[in-house]
């Protein structure tokens, strides 16, 4: 495959007026936090919430007659799947969307109401792939790849496009990689219009696909992880060499990083955002070094993210910052005092979301009982307070972390009269 900044440019007129030209915003208080100057390109904005519909209608529009009246087929179980069928139903081409069985309701559910056929099929996106070649010979269906083909890689290098005219003088920019596609497009565009900007790309720990293969590994790829849209286990063939080419290095991020990247979205962004639409902060998160005091162009790549996992991540992020936790304290049984203590808790400025009770099922002394509370707090400082106003009554409170263990814990307190 040769891909050129003419072609990029071309998917670009095609597609001006017809995908949203997303916003790419200069972010204040992420680059402080960050080190680097951080621009955003929220494709999170686009009508189906990714990216992945600039690529969908390049492809499209390549469809012969006869091609457009049989219909296409694609693999996906989210992003591509939302973009192929919103487009194909706007050109009037019958869709068929095949996705793992484990694909979220919600996301099956999205794909059919934007028109499309779904089939689901497999545990993984890489099951499918078989059984979509063979549907489609059978049925004379064309194939839209998710990330290798020319015209797909084409309209994501849009994306670059836009991000360089905007901001003509970035030092780097930082972009998720699935398959591929999406960086392949970007590193064309990019370095053909500044050919000294570095390209980084950004994969997650359990499937650095891309990482991998440049290296010659063939280790395996595969765990949970709330970046779906780049758990790929193979890149592109298409794409692999324009990477190896044109991008300077992959940073793999962690869990960890991924859910305090969405969590930074909301709070400070006020965006929702997938976890691959986070990865680009992640890494900037993971390595501030490489980043400091540069201009930092950050795909934001998508948003579709379930509405549970969003919750999720929030809530331990809450957690991980000290702003929720479980406090744990002894006290007498006796009338008054978990009001003694609640209030102790109060005047320090606590709020108790939950309490749990505790008077038969521990190895407590029987005059005392164990009294375990969920807090909201302000930070970690807050917490300490907290901790050492109930400790002032004598009520010996102890921080209950995750995984923690009842083995080696303090000596029982005395009754707090």
């Keep these: 495959m040769i891909l050129t900044l003419s072609d990029i440019e071309a998917a670009g007129r095609m597609l001006d007026g017809k995908v949203v030209r997303t916003p790419f915003e200069h972010s204040v208080t992420l680059s402080e936090i960050t080190g680097a100057s951080v621009f955003l390109k929220f494709e999170n904005r686009q009508f189906t919430a990714s990216f992945k519909d600039r ?13 457009r009246e049989r219909g296409v087929i694609a693999l996906s179980a989210g992003n591509h799947a939302q973009g192929v069928a919103y487009r194909a139903r706007q050109m009037g081409v019958p869709s068929t969307i095949v996705m793992p069985v484990s694909t979220p309701f919600g996301k099956i559910g999205s794909t059919e109401l ?28 064309t194939v839209v790849h998710p990330y290798d083909d ?86 592109g063939v298409n794409t692999m060499p324009v990477v190896r080419q044109l991008v300077e290095d992959i940073v793999l991020v962690s869990e960890a990083r991924l859910e305090h ?9 006020k965006q929702v955002v997938e976890g691959a639409g986070a990865a680009s902060l992640a890494a900037v998160l993971s390595e501030p070094e490489r980043f400091a005091g540069q201009r930092a162009g950050l795909v934001v790549s998508g948003g579709n993210i379930d509405s549970r996992l969003l919750s999720s991540v929030l809530m331990r992020g809450l957690v991980r910052s000290g702003r929720l936790v479980r406090i744990r304290v002894q006290t007498a049984d006796q009338p008054g005092a978990l009001a003694r203590a609640a209030q102790v808790i109060a005047k320090a400025g606590g709020n ?23 807090l909201e707090t302000r930070d970690a400082n807050h917490v300490e307070r907290i901790m050492a106003a109930l400790a002032d009554t004598g009520m010996r409170p102890e921080r209950v972390q995750a995984g923690h263990s009842r083995t080696n814990r303090p000596a029982p307190a005395q009754p707090a009269l």
């Design 114 to 141: 934007l028109g499309a056929t779904v089939i689901l099929h497999g545990d993984s996106v890489s099951e499918g792939e078989a059984f979509v070649q063979e549907r489609a010979e059978a049925d004379g269906l």
């Design 352 to 374: 108790i979301v939950d309490v749990h009770h505790q008077l038969w099922f521990e190895d407590v002394p029987v005059k005392l009982v164990e009294v375990e509370f969920v």
């Design 150 to 235: 020319p015209r797909i890689i084409a309209g994501q290098g849009t994306v670059g496009l836009e991000m360089l005219r905007a901001v003509p003088d970035l030092d780097c920019l930082v972009v998720p990689i699935g398959g591929g596609g999406l960086i392949a497009g970007i590193a064309v565009a990019a370095k053909a219009l500044k050919p000294g900007i570095r390209i980084i790309g950004v994969e997650v720990e359990s499937y650095p696909s891309m990482h991998h293969g440049l290296r010659g590994w063939s280790l395996p790829t595969a765990g949970p992880t709330i970046a779906e849209g780049i758990a790929v286990k193979r890149p």
């Design 261 to 269: 990247a969405v969590q930074l979205m909301a709070e400070i962004e």
């Design 55 to 67: 690529g969908a209608l390049v492809r499209l529009a390549d469809l012969t007659a006869p091609q």
